[in-house]
């Protein structure tokens, strides 16, 4: 139990689908952030938010959509997803953006898989 | 541009020790972090390390040589149950983590 906990775990949907990932941490961290993990691949920054304003967005496709509506919660609204969108999504939170106390708690992650 | 580079793969036996190596090439360095994931697990925090030398905890230590650009995690007294993946991460200037690909550690009885 890492104190970020991502639901749905798994998802299955198809490229028309709508859907979205919800992600809680109660750990009182100020920073939240959406990482994608490919199999053999790097771990891919997607966006960060510190106190519920985004400060990072890397060039992710519009077809991803984050929402951070208050400091404990954090979504990634999906629609009209391609198939090499597969993969694990994983939230994570930590206390800062800098120094040591940016060390990251995980969430167990949501696997997505597209049709 | 900056990269991280560590063994895909490694093997190693129960009761033994095994060293995986971290090269990494950032623009600034604030530290070097690993992480430990096991297969359909969160990653989880195992060390940080911002000064030369090695930092002990356990039966896991954690190794930097800034002038070098190089980190390793020692893992002694091995466990079935650290068979898992060995991320390294290294946080450049603007305290950007940038990810190596991550070491599948496979511990054999």
């Known amino acids: 139990e890492t104190g970020v906990t991502q639901t749905p775990r798994h998802l299955v949907m198809g490229m028309t689908n709508k859907k979205s990932l919800k992600c809680e941490q109660h750990l009182g961290h100020n920073a939240m952030y959406w990482y994608k993990q490919s199999a053999k691949k790097p771990l891919e920054l997607m966006f960060v938010y510190s106190l519920e304003e985004r400060v990072e967005n890397n060039s992710v496709p519009s077809r991803f959509s984050p929402e951070c509506p208050n400091s404990s919660h954090l979504f990634l609204h999906l629609h009209t997803l391609q198939p090499e969108d597969s993969a694990l999504y994983l939230c994570?939170?930590?206390?800062?953006?800098?120094?040591?106390?940016?060390?990251?708690?995980f969430g167990e992650g949501s696997r997505l898989t597209v049709l | 541009g900056q990269n991280i580079d560590q063994p895909t793969e490694m093997t190693a036996t129960e009761g033994a020790i095994v060293q995986i190596n971290c090269t990494y090439q950032?623009?600034?360095?604030?530290?070097l972090f690993w992480y430990q994931q096991h297969a359909g697990e969160a990653p989880t925090f195992l060390s940080y390390n911002v000064l030369d030398g090695l930092e002990e905890k356990g039966r896991f230590s954690s190794f930097l040589s800034r002038s070098k650009g190089y980190s390793y995690l020692l893992l002694k007294e091995l466990q079935m149950k650290d068979s898992a993946s060995y991320l390294c991460?290294?946080?450049?200037?603007?305290?950007?983590?940038?990810w190596g690909a991550g070491t599948k550690l496979i511990i054999k009885p």
């Open positions: 950032t623009s600034g360095f604030n530290g």
């Open positions: 994570a939170s930590s206390q800062d953006l800098e120094g040591p106390t940016r060390e990251l708690f």
């Open positions: 991460a290294s946080m450049d200037s603007n305290y950007q983590l940038i």
